[in-house]
């Protein structure tokens, strides 16, 4: 049977696996289900805050390491004006920020957060690994001219990267920004879903899937993270005139998975490492800040040259 078959009203082996392997995962007391493959998780105000306060101390550290620009007092809408007008050379294409060795504590500060807010909302025993170390993007406001294959404003599922697998899912963590006008748009498998949708390509090629899903009426903003099965594509949305927007997405990979589903890459990282990051592990970057970022189709290496030391380590 073509893995693109007629649409049918009965449901696919395939989405029915996907559906009760992804409720198992992520289903708790601090979960709401937007649909089968897609929950949501509200973050407490003093939370969120705490997160906030580290992740603008490690976007502050990539402003400032060479002049002093913004403080810790700055508003985030100055702050990301100021990423708009003056890019840290660590930010690539995509918009992610990428730790180096100036900054290496800053972001391990940050990383000790997430995990927080993480266990907060349950979240931190359902993760076997990540699918690389969690960065913050950046969504700038202004419209593309010219996309790369793998942008993220063509209708996508992440598992089609190559450092991805079909069993991940996403977690989306909007932060501060333009988040009405600049934001992530959600899409839902048809009854005749199949893993096979998930093989490897390229985002531009998106476009093809379009006839298989059918768009989510689904709210993307502060406050509240989601969490997204690997089977529901997603785009990022630009309106005219919106301004910059800050989050947090990280591909997971939960306990429960099909095994033919994964395969382990060099990029993953085993949540307990991660977790135990300010306790008695630390992950430092070799490449300087100002070393520049080549822009690749894939973006595979851009966190390579890395590595994760026991604080009590002579």
């Known amino acids: 049977?073509?893995?693109?078959?007629?649409?049918?009203?009965?449901?696919?082996?395939?989405?029915?696996?996907?559906?009760?392997?992804?409720?198992?995962?992520?289903?708790?007391?601090?979960?709401?289900?937007?649909?089968?493959?897609?929950?949501?998780?509200?973050?407490?105000?003093?939370?969120?805050?705490d997160f906030l306060s580290s992740v603008k101390i490690f976007v502050i550290s990539c402003l400032n390491f060479k002049n002093k620009r913004v403080s810790q007092n700055t508003k985030w809408s100055k702050i990301l004006k100021e990423i708009s007008l003056n890019r840290p050379p660590n930010?690539?294409?995509?918009?992610?920020?990428?730790?180096?060795?100036?900054i290496s504590l800053e972001y391990n500060l940050m990383l000790t957060s997430f995990i927080n807010l993480l266990k907060k909302l349950n979240l931190g025993h359902k993760i076997k690994y990540f699918i690389g170390p969690p960065q913050l993007r950046i969504k700038f406001g202004n419209k593309k001219k010219k996309f790369m294959p793998n942008s993220s404003e063509y209708l996508h599922s992440d598992a089609w990267t190559q450092i991805n697998t079909k069993s991940c899912s996403t977690?989306?963590?909007?932060?501060?920004?333009?988040?009405?006008?600049?934001?992530?748009?959600?899409?839902?498998?048809?009854?005749?879903?199949?893993?096979?949708?998930?093989?490897?390509?390229?985002?531009?090629?998106?476009?093809?899937?379009?006839?298989?899903?059918?768009?989510?009426?689904?709210?993307?903003?502060?406050?509240?993270?989601?969490?997204?099965?690997?089977?529901?594509?997603?785009?990022?949305?630009?309106?005219?005139?919106?301004?910059?927007?800050?989050?947090?997405?990280?591909?997971?990979?939960?306990?429960?998975?099909?095994?033919?589903?994964?395969?382990?890459?060099?990029?993953?990282?085993?949540?307990?490492?991660?977790?135990?990051?300010?306790?008695?592990?630390?992950?430092?970057?070799k490449d300087s800040i100002e070393k520049k970022i080549k822009k690749t189709k894939v973006g595979t290496?851009?966190?390579?040259?890395?590595?994760?030391?026991?604080l009590d380590q002579q």
């Open 91 to 102: 930010i690539t294409h995509n918009g992610l920020f990428v730790p180096k060795k100036e």
């Open 301 to 310: 290496n851009t966190q390579a040259n890395r590595q994760i030391l026991s």
């Open 1 to 49: 049977m073509s893995k693109f078959s007629k649409k049918s009203n009965k449901i696919s082996s395939d989405l029915i696996v996907r559906k009760n392997l992804f409720k198992r995962n992520f289903k708790n007391k601090n979960s709401k289900k937007e649909c089968d493959l897609i929950f949501s998780y509200n973050i407490e105000k003093s939370l969120l805050n």
């Open 171 to 285: 977690l989306f963590l909007p932060l501060v920004g333009d988040y009405k006008k600049n934001y992530v748009e959600f899409f839902y498998p048809k009854n005749n879903y199949n893993d096979q949708w998930l093989d490897k390509r390229y985002f531009m090629d998106g476009k093809n899937m379009i006839n298989y899903y059918k768009k989510l009426n689904l709210q993307y903003t502060t406050k509240k993270c989601l969490i997204a099965d690997s089977s529901i594509l997603h785009q990022s949305v630009t309106k005219n005139n919106c301004q910059a927007r800050l989050s947090m997405d990280i591909g997971l990979i939960p306990f429960n998975f099909k095994s033919k589903n994964y395969s382990n890459h060099s990029n993953h990282v085993p949540y307990e490492i991660i977790e135990k990051i300010g306790k008695d592990k630390i992950m430092i970057y």
